[in-house]
Every structure is written in structure tokens, then in C-alpha cells.
């Protein structure tokens, strides 16, 4: 679940025929090593990476961004003065406390402090987990942190052995965790990292990146151009510490938030690889373009790499096929219950069919046009960046959604959308008239799985 508002928007069952299934995930790149942890030691060295909220928003066209943070493994008690030096090369900011981490409203965002060359003394109010934030095209920062700051119990993947973390967790009482690896980052309370700290954390932190390599391959990250590379920053997994009405998780600028009741799927192996839709989803909402996004295909086309991991996961691990489950009232999977509704009358995609059902109109395309089919269309939007407006403008991102998918798959889909009750409007028809498309050979709303 997205929650809305742009300025802070809080917003198949065969492996071998889903995008990023073993289609290209070996081809995707690591992220450089020299944004790389190395656990322990209170000196510091990170190098400058382009803005998550700026420069790579534009050069990926998401929707959301990844996270600007960079670990440390240390925690700051509250009102404690922490001695910090910057050593020479770049100034970074310090930053105190992981978003959404504390439950006290003053001190549920994240604080920053600029520093300057040299000793600094910093003291906040609320305390919590230390970070670093360097912003820049080149060059880096060498960082000492004071010892006034407390390591945490800090697993990192491939540095952290499980008997060391074990003792960590016993020894370290500071009132977070953080697990680390190339890609991941994740937060949680102590009491959270107690109730699950029999899991084999090396598989943990394995699946978080099986996990986000199936959906930057979805999102076209094969390095094959500068512009399709992986981002360069994490992706930040918060533990929310109370759970939220009316809401299960969500995803927002440069984090992604789960409360306790479903932290079981964000911290033990079997959660993650069986039970881990709602992980899955809210990484999608930082994987979604703006372009082809109206507000209404918020919550829907964020399961296009959901739907990617389950394929993936169905056939590494025995998960459940989502489009495949039987619904609980009629019994018929999406696969059986969408396909009759199509063509009928009055049919209004928004209204007609249920999350899982408008699903399926998007398991067509990839069917009917390929397994890269989402990662072209992907690559396609990063290299022209077509003109997205605003994301209240729903005929604009309605329009480009039919335009641009009929772009990719190298067909005019006009039918096939209007079947779905998807709107196209005379705008949509004359831009694909004037691209000289053709229906496809075969209709897509025929295709079955």
C-alpha cells in the first residue's frame, strides 16, 4: 500500500516465462564496491553518490525513491553530545534516527546535521540509529564517530558470521538492529530482531536480494546503457514499531515501513520466500514509473513485481501462484473469473474487476509480447522520458499507458484496452495512428494461463 500525495508521497507459475525468471538477473550488475559495509571500526570512509530524491528520480522515472542513508552500525543515545570528525576530503551530513523507527511523534523523521571539516559535537533530542549522507558526483568522506555512539547488533551479508551476530544480540542493548547487504538495508526494533533471531541470516539476507534482483530485472536494470543501471543507493526496510490503522505497510520517499503483526514476513526466511507479497509490493512501489501511473493504478500496477518474485519464489520454493489461488467467496482463481467479464457491457476496468482480476490484464501482455516485455517498456520510458504531467492527471497517464505498451509491444493495443474497459481517448488513438501500428496477429485478451 502506497499512501498518496506526490510532495511526500506516502504514498506464474513457470519460472522460465516470467520477466527477470532467469532472464537476464545474471546480467544485472552489483552495485559498485565502494558503497560497500565493512562492520566495525568507528572511522569511516563513504564515497559521494547522486542524489536519490533528484538525479536518480530523473533518470529512472520512478515514482519513489531509494533511500539516501548510509549505515553505520552505531546507535546515539538521546541527549548524549557525540563527538564527530571529519577528516580531509568531502563534508557529508550526519543523520540521526531511522525513518518511521520511533514511535514518538517528534521523532518519527529522521534529524540531519550538517558538519564541517574537522571535530563537531552533535547532540539530539530523541537519539536513535547514526547515519551518514554524502551527496555528490565524486570524491568521498573519511568520518570518525565518537565512542559516545553505541555499536548495535549489525549483521552484515558476507562480513557477519551468525555465532558473532548471536553474541551481538546478547551484548549490544541498544534499542535497534540493522541487517546489511549490496542492495538492502533493514531497521528494526531490538524486541523484533529478539522474536526472530533464530533465522539463518545469511538466507535472510540472501532472499532481500533474490528479492529486489527479480525486480530491477522487471524494471530493465541490465546495465546494458549508464541509464540502466542499478540504482546506486539501498533499499531501506523499516520496522514500524505499533501498527497502524487501517493500514497494513507503506512505502514513501527513501523507506518502506512494516508494522509488528506482519514483521514475521520481513525477518524469517520462511515469511520472506513463502508468505512475502506484502514485502514484495511495497519494494514495487519503488520500482513504479511515474509516466504511465495515474493515481488509480497506484495499488495495481505495483503488483507487476510482486507478481515477478511470486513466479520466481512459486517454482525456488513452492510459494502459491497469487493469479492461481482460488478466491475465498466464489472459489474461481483470476484466471477464471476475470476473462468472462471482458467485453461486457458498461465494463469499467477501475470498477468491474477486483485487485487480483485487473492483474490479469497485465499477465496478458507479458504472455501475449514477451518475458522482457515490463523491462523494455521500462528502458523505454528511462530513454526518452516521455512527458508524465502531474499524478492527478489521469487521462494524460491513461493515455501513455496505452500508447506506450502498444510502443513496446510493437502493436496497437487500443482493442485489447477497451476490452479491459481501460479508457483511450482521441488523443490515444491519434498518436497510435500516427505510429502506424497494426492489431496484433493473435488478441491478447484470448491468452490463458
Same mark, same amino acid.
Given at each position: 500500500?502506497?499512501?498518496?500525495?506526490?510532495?511526500?508521497?506516502?504514498?506464474?507459475?513457470?519460472?522460465?516465462?516470467?520477466?527477470?525468471?532467469?532472464?537476464?538477473?545474471?546480467?544485472?550488475?552489483?552495485?559498485?564496491?565502494?558503497?560497500?559495509?565493512?562492520?566495525?571500526?568507528?572511522?569511516?570512509?563513504?564515497?559521494? =553518490?547522486? @542524489?536519490?530524491?533528484?538525479?536518480?528520480?530523473?533518470?529512472?522515472?520512478?515514482?519513489?525513491?531509494?533511500?539516501?542513508?548510509?549505515?553505520?552500525?552505531?546507535?546515539?543515545?538521546?541527549?548524549?553530545? =557525540?563527538?564527530?570528525?571529519?577528516?580531509?576530503?568531502?563534508?557529508?551530513?550526519?543523520?540521526?534516527?531511522?525513518?518511521?523507527?520511533?514511535?514518538?511523534?517528534?521523532?518519527?523523521? @529522521?534529524?540531519?546535521?550538517? =558538519?564541517?571539516?574537522?571535530?563537531?559535537?552533535?547532540?539530539?533530542?530523541?537519539?536513535?540509529?547514526?547515519? %551518514?549522507?554524502?551527496?555528490?558526483?565524486?570524491?568521498?568522506?573519511?568520518?570518525?564517530?565518537?565512542?559516545?555512539?553505541?555499536?548495535?547488533?549489525?549483521?552484515?551479508?558476507?562480513?557477519?558470521?551468525?555465532?558473532?551476530?548471536?553474541?551481538?544480540?546478547?551484548?549490544?542493548?541498544?534499542?535497534?538492529?540493522?541487517? *546489511?547487504?549490496?542492495?538492502?538495508?533493514?531497521?528494526? &526494533?531490538?524486541?523484533?530482531?529478539?522474536?526472530?533471531?533464530?533465522?539463518?541470516?545469511?538466507?535472510?539476507?540472501?532472499?532481500? &536480494?533474490?528479492?529486489?534482483?527479480?525486480?530491477?530485472?522487471?524494471?530493465?536494470? #541490465?546495465?546494458?546503457?549508464? *541509464?540502466?543501471?542499478?540504482?546506486?543507493?539501498?533499499?531501506?526496510? *523499516?520496522?514500524?514499531?505499533?501498527?497502524?490503522?487501517? *493500514?497494513?505497510?507503506?512505502?514513501?520517499?527513501?523507506?518502506?515501513?512494516?508494522?509488528?503483526?506482519?514483521? #514475521?514476513?520481513?525477518?524469517?526466511?520462511?515469511?520472506?520466500?513463502?508468505?512475502?507479497?506484502?514485502?514484495?509490493?511495497?519494494?514495487?512501489?519503488?520500482?513504479?514509473?511515474?509516466?504511465?501511473?495515474?493515481?488509480?493504478?497506484? &495499488?495495481?500496477?505495483?503488483?507487476?513485481?510482486?507478481?515477478?518474485?511470486?513466479?520466481?519464489?512459486?517454482?525456488?520454493?513452492?510459494?502459491?501462484?497469487?493469479?492461481?489461488?482460488?478466491?475465498?467467496?466464489?472459489?474461481?482463481?483470476?484466471?477464471?473469473?476475470?476473462?468472462?467479464?471482458?467485453?461486457?457491457?458498461?465494463?469499467?476496468?477501475?470498477?468491474?474487476?477486483?485487485?487480483?482480476?485487473?492483474?490479469?490484464?497485465?499477465?496478458?501482455?507479458?504472455?501475449?509480447?514477451?518475458?522482457?516485455?515490463?523491462?523494455? =517498456?521500462?528502458?523505454?520510458?528511462?530513454?526518452?522520458?516521455?512527458?508524465?504531467?502531474?499524478?492527478?492527471?489521469?487521462?494524460?497517464?491513461?493515455?501513455?499507458?496505452?500508447?506506450?505498451?502498444?510502443?513496446?509491444?510493437?502493436?496497437? %493495443?487500443? #482493442?485489447?484496452?477497451?476490452?479491459?474497459?481501460?479508457?483511450?481517448?482521441?488523443?490515444?488513438?491519434?498518436?497510435?495512428?500516427?505510429?502506424?501500428?497494426?492489431?496484433?496477429?493473435?488478441?491478447?485478451?484470448?491468452?490463458?494461463?
Amino acid at each position: 500500500m502506497m499512501p498518496h500525495a506526490r510532495p511526500t508521497q506516502l504514498t506464474r507459475r513457470r519460472v522460465l516465462q516470467f520477466t527477470g525468471a532467469g532472464v537476464a538477473l545474471a546480467a544485472v550488475p552489483a552495485l559498485p564496491a565502494a558503497a560497500e559495509v565493512q562492520p566495525g571500526g568507528n572511522t569511516i570512509t563513504i564515497p559521494a =553518490l547522486p @542524489s536519490a530524491r533528484t538525479t536518480e528520480l530523473d533518470r529512472t522515472q520512478d515514482s519513489l525513491s531509494a533511500s539516501e542513508l548510509r549505515t553505520t552500525g552505531f546507535y546515539l543515545p538521546a541527549d548524549t553530545a =557525540l563527538n564527530v570528525v571529519v577528516h580531509t576530503g568531502l563534508v557529508p551530513t550526519l543523520v540521526i534516527g531511522a525513518p518511521d523507527a520511533d514511535a514518538r511523534a517528534a521523532f518519527k523523521s @529522521s534529524r540531519e546535521y550538517p =558538519l564541517q571539516a574537522g571535530r563537531n559535537t552533535i547532540s539530539d533530542a530523541g537519539g536513535g540509529v547514526v547515519y %551518514l549522507k554524502l551527496i555528490g558526483d565524486s570524491g568521498s568522506a573519511k568520518v570518525t564517530i565518537g565512542e559516545q555512539a553505541q555499536p548495535m547488533p549489525y549483521f552484515v551479508l558476507g562480513c557477519t558470521g551468525e555465532a558473532d551476530f548471536q553474541r551481538q544480540l546478547d551484548e549490544r542493548t541498544t534499542p535497534y538492529v540493522e541487517f *546489511v547487504s549490496p542492495h538492502a538495508m533493514i531497521t528494526v &526494533e531490538r524486541a523484533s530482531a529478539l522474536t526472530y533471531r533464530n533465522e539463518n541470516h545469511t538466507d535472510l539476507l540472501s532472499t532481500y &536480494e533474490d528479492v529486489i534482483r527479480i525486480e530491477d530485472a522487471t524494471s530493465g536494470y #541490465d546495465g546494458s546503457a549508464p *541509464v540502466h543501471a542499478r540504482l546506486v543507493h539501498r533499499y531501506h526496510f *523499516v520496522g514500524y514499531p505499533s501498527a497502524i490503522t487501517g *493500514v497494513g505497510a507503506y512505502a514513501t520517499h527513501g523507506h518502506m515501513s512494516f508494522p509488528p503483526p506482519i514483521q #514475521d514476513r520481513m525477518l524469517t526466511v520462511e515469511g520472506l520466500r513463502m508468505r512475502g507479497w506484502g514485502i514484495y509490493h511495497e519494494l514495487g512501489h519503488q520500482h513504479q514509473q511515474i509516466t504511465y501511473k495515474p493515481s488509480s493504478l497506484t &495499488e495495481v500496477t505495483v503488483n507487476i513485481y510482486s507478481l515477478a518474485v511470486n513466479a520466481v519464489f512459486a517454482t525456488k520454493y513452492g510459494q502459491v501462484p497469487r493469479l492461481h489461488a482460488p478466491d475465498a467467496k466464489t472459489g474461481l482463481t483470476p484466471w477464471q473469473s476475470a476473462p468472462g467479464k471482458l467485453r461486457s457491457p458498461g465494463v469499467t476496468y477501475g470498477t468491474t474487476f477486483d485487485p487480483y482480476e485487473k492483474l490479469v490484464m497485465f499477465e496478458q501482455l507479458r504472455l501475449a509480447f514477451g518475458n522482457q516485455f515490463w523491462a523494455t =517498456l521500462h528502458k523505454l520510458v528511462r530513454g526518452e522520458h516521455p512527458y508524465a504531467g502531474d499524478y492527478t492527471d489521469e487521462a494524460l497517464r491513461l493515455r501513455n499507458l496505452v500508447v506506450l505498451c502498444s510502443r513496446t509491444a510493437g502493436h496497437d %493495443l487500443s #482493442d485489447f484496452f477497451r476490452a479491459w474497459g481501460v479508457p483511450v481517448d482521441a488523443e490515444a488513438t491519434a498518436q497510435l495512428s500516427a505510429l502506424h501500428l497494426t492489431p496484433p496477429p493473435t488478441d491478447p485478451t484470448t491468452i490463458r494461463d
